[in-house]
């Protein structure tokens, strides 16, 4: 297979990026056609849609092995299910499938530009195809979430100190910060992680958001700038 284009996300790293897509609609992306498919008339028409499909590449979830079981991070990561009953990136194929918001086309001198939101998509992430979402045969009023739906509510309560305050108002936009906040409550550690002494950091738009979480309360520390 091809790959057609990739994705540009302010995501350097796998950590802190939403576990599904959709869940942070304030997060965006920026699709870039390869040499090979930047005609225009490649996404003729796909304007007149408002949502679309990504059928994409796990950069990090390629391993020789895998197993017909995993842990769900989401279910404390001490509970295992089949694999193709999760969404977990370490699957036989590393491929990912993704429903974004089209926010809007913009024809540049790479060729035309794809501007989309609620991206679950690590920076430079290799795109396979695209596809319109079509609303009368994607939604199934019917759908069952399984075991998804006992934690899908599930949510930090974020807060900052003083001085991350001011760290972050001078690095990041009014949106970005909002943006950060929302990404945090989502939880990004490893659910069987419970140290409240431990700090963690979050890459995100070339700076790293330091937090360290107690219960059900993430606080934010402090914000250096990406070095890796």
């Known amino acids: 297979m091809k790959i057609i284009a990739k994705i540009h996300t302010d995501f350097p790293e796998k950590f802190g990026i939403p576990r599904q897509s959709g869940l942070v609609n304030e997060v965006k992306g920026r699709i870039i056609f390869e040499p090979e498919f930047r005609n225009p008339e490649i996404i003729k028409g796909l304007e007149d849609f408002n949502y679309i499909w990504l059928l994409w590449q796990f950069d990090d ?23 193709f009953a999760t969404r977990s990136p370490f699957r036989p194929n590393p ?12 024809l540049t001198e790479e060729g035309p530009v794809l501007i989309v939101a609620g991206a679950d998509l ?16 994607d ?12 934690v899908k509510e599930y949510r930090l309560i974020v807060k900052v100190t003083d001085e991350a305050e ?5 690095v990041y936009s009014k949106e ?7 990404l945090l409550e989502q939880d990004p550690r490893p659910s069987y992680h419970n140290d409240p002494t431990r700090v963690y950091g979050m890459a995100y738009a070339g700076w790293d958001i330091h937090f ?5 309360i ?10 890796k």
Not at 141 to 150: I, K, T, W
Request: hydrophobic content about 30%; overall charge positive.
């Open 61 to 83: 979830g390629k391993r020789k092995n895998w197993s017909a079981t995993v842990k769900p991070p989401r279910l404390g990561g001490n509970v295992r299910k089949g694999v």
């Open 122 to 137: 690590r920076d430079q992430t290799p795109i396979y195809d695209i596809k319109p979402y079509l609303p009368y045969v």
């Open 139 to 150: 939604i199934h009023e019917d759908a069952v979430d399984g075991f998804a739906g006992e």
């Open 166 to 170: 001011k760290q972050l108002e001078k």
């Open 218 to 227: 993430l606080t934010i520390l402090e914000v250096t700038r990406y070095n």
């Open 95 to 106: 491929i990912g499938l993704s429903s974004v918001k089209l926010e809007r086309i913009e």
């Open 212 to 216: 360290c979480v107690k219960g059900e």
């Open 176 to 182: 970005q910060q909002e943006t950060i906040k929302k």
